[in-house]
T-cell receptor
């Protein structure tokens, strides 16, 4: 596609439920990133994919968070047993891995956990 | 570890120049970026500079890098109301892994 797309754009869920957030990177971009932007905070790095593998999972805040990427394209970020502190905007970005110093961001998914 | 710091807020009058400042801690940073986030939108890359440069100009935008002081600035000439947004400074290290560390963002308010 022309840009990075994310779905849903907004998600309201109840505490304790699981949510899945989806990211469609720019076609041909092999690197994909997930970030979290909480109210009044900067961007917090969550996880990075190179192809289908995630060499660095250190940013995931807890074991309730997981992510996968299939076919080197679409990625899903799953949050299990959501908590109110998970409420944030979840941003996805992609870049060309080779010389791909520029990350292109999607519009984000706004998650509200009640 | 990496750390990027910015002031939280800047207010300027329309037509004036805006200067948004940023400091970073990791001297091995290779790329330094400025992103713009308009209300309710995702981040948009404005410009970036390699660490071996000290200035980059792109239309109304001028980026200055003082590598010795680890200081990066973004100057917006003839600031317009459409420039009102949050501006994020970011850095990434050399190497194939492009983890990017962002500052908290500076909210620019342009007064008509």
């Amino acid at each position: 596609g022309a840009g990075v797309s994310q779905s849903p754009s907004n998600k309201v869920t109840e505490k304790g439920k699981d949510v899945e957030l989806r990211c469609d990177p720019i076609s041909g971009h092999t690197a994909l990133y997930w970030y979290r932007q909480s109210l009044g905070q900067g961007l917090e790095f969550l996880i990075y994919f190179q192809g289908n593998s995630a060499p660095d999972k250190s940013g995931l805040p807890s074991d309730r968070f997981s992510a996968e990427r299939t076919g080197g394209s679409v990625s899903t970020l799953t949050i299990q047993r959501t908590q109110q502190e998970d409420s944030a905007v979840y941003l996805c970005a992609s870049s060309l891995a080779l010389g791909g110093e520029t990350q292109y961001f999607g519009p984000g998914t706004r998650l509200l956990v009640l | 570890g990496e750390d990027v710091e910015q002031s939280l807020f800047l207010s300027v009058r329309e037509g004036d120049s805006s200067v948004i400042n940023c400091t970073y801690t990791d001297s091995s940073s290779t790329y330094l970026y400025w992103y713009k986030q308009e209300p309710g939108a995702g981040l948009q890359l404005l410009t970036y500079i390699f660490s071996n440069m000290d200035m980059k100009q792109d239309q109304r935008l001028t980026v200055l890098l003082n590598k010795k002081d680890k200081h990066l600035s973004l100057r917006i000439a003839d600031t317009q109301t459409g420039d009102s947004a949050i501006y994020f400074c970011a850095e990434s290290l050399s190497g194939g892994y492009q983890k990017v560390t962002f500052g908290i963002g500076t909210k620019l308010q342009v007064i008509p």
